[in-house]
């Protein structure tokens, strides 16, 4: 996206981590909170539709109990959570609701988003509240959410929002205005996860801090989710009064990651990001480059290793020989199904298992193919 083009975003997603919201010294102040609610009550006026995600609940509750660093235990962290979830919401409503307007909360888990049908509950939701000119404020449901199921940090959150509403644009605030080379230069813009892997990777200074799980490299891996779902992602620096505004009137501030030129409709994105993988494919060379440059379906004779109890209907990574993933799918046979036909042709289905639901293992049309 073109820097000129900011302005135009109708659909935006701005996060806000705990090291925007608290102070140096790990506090809460209002000056903070109310400096991000000012330039989305601005946004909001102008006729943009504004989804926050904002970090801070286990920093409220920290707070509150007097801890000086993170827990490490999960019952702790989810206590932490319970106790700082309605502080944190209290302190949007109390300042957005002095100027009419109205705030909804949302707090998801992974497992939440993995189930088409609830994610496009979650859809409707938000729909909605866009209709009743709310600002829907969303959160990791760390009350209840363990290690298989959570996002880890609300980087990674932030980017399924953005898939969630379809976003024109994703906007990560930081402490810093945008992502810096180690000689002290900003990168401005980034067109490929290529930059991204083999160049801003090396840059890398993050340090450990005591409230927040993210960092820059949470940051450059929700870009390059970002930019494979084809929504363009921003870092702006959070701590300016006017960061947001002065980014999208199209300033030099702030780096911005490009959206893949690709096309993929919403239920592939879907697939692709949001969908619980129950195995994996292996599939040898041939069947490798068929899928990648033929754009061809996967057959049970390019099969060679099913991992994973998947009935089918579900989704399943796919790698190739030397085990690096590289798509995603949704079966047409379960696991016991494909242990049987792999590597058979597609002639042989009907002898091997005494009938035949497809002739592709997975079909073009279910699959998600990355580089």
Not at 129 to 134: C, D, E, I, Q, V
Not at 279 to 290: C, K, M, P, R, S
């Amino acid at each position: 996206m073109m820097r000129q083009n900011l302005k135009y975003s109708k659909r935006i997603v701005i996060k806000a981590g705990t090291s925007i919201l608290t102070s140096k010294d790990g506090r809460i102040p209002e000056g903070p909170l109310e400096r991000l609610g000012a330039q989305i009550l601005n946004l909001m006026k102008a006729g943009k539709q504004i989804v926050l995600v904002s970090s801070g609940a286990i920093a409220f509750g920290m707070e509150s109990v007097r801890l000086e660093t993170r827990p490490r235990e999960m019952p702790r962290l989810q206590a932490c959570a319970a106790i700082g979830q309605g502080k944190l919401m209290h302190a949007y409503e109390r300042f957005f609701s002095k100027h009419g307007l109205h705030t909804a909360q949302l707090l998801l888990t992974r497992d939440g988003l993995e189930s088409r049908s609830r994610f496009l509950a979650a859809r409707k939701t938000l729909e909605e509240l866009f209709s009743f000119g709310a600002l829907p404020i969303v959160n990791e449901n760390d009350t209840i959410a363990t290690e298989e199921i959570a996002f880890g940090d609300n980087d990674v959150l932030s980017v399924q929002v953005a898939h969630l509403i379809q976003a024109d644009l994703l906007i990560l605030l930081s402490d810093v205005d945008g992502f810096y080379l180690q000689d002290g230069s900003r990168v401005r813009d980034v067109q490929s996860e290529e930059e991204i892997d083999h160049e801003l990777m090396r840059h890398l200074k993050d340090t450990k801090k005591q409230k927040t799980v993210g960092g820059m490299k949470a940051k450059l891996a929700a870009a390059r989710i970002a930019m494979r779902l084809g929504v363009p992602l921003a870092i702006v620096n959070g701590r300016e009064k006017e960061g947001i505004t002065k980014f999208l009137e199209g300033e030099d501030a702030g780096t911005i990651f490009t959206a893949s030129r690709e096309r993929k409709n919403a239920r592939k994105k879907w697939i692709a990001f949001s969908a619980a993988r129950r195995g994996a494919l292996t599939v040898d060379l041939g069947a490798w480059e068929a899928l990648q440059s033929k754009k061809r379906s996967l057959l049970p004779g390019g099969i060679i290793h099913v991992e994973g109890k998947f009935e089918r209907g579900e989704v399943v990574e796919l790698k190739a020989a030397n085990g690096r993933v590289f798509g995603r799918g949704v079966v047409n046979y379960s696991w016991r199904e494909l242990e049987q036909i792999a590597g058979k042709k597609t002639a042989e289905i009907h002898a091997v298992l005494g009938y035949k639901h497809h002739d592709e293992a997975v079909h073009r049309n279910d699959l998600v193919i990355w580089s």
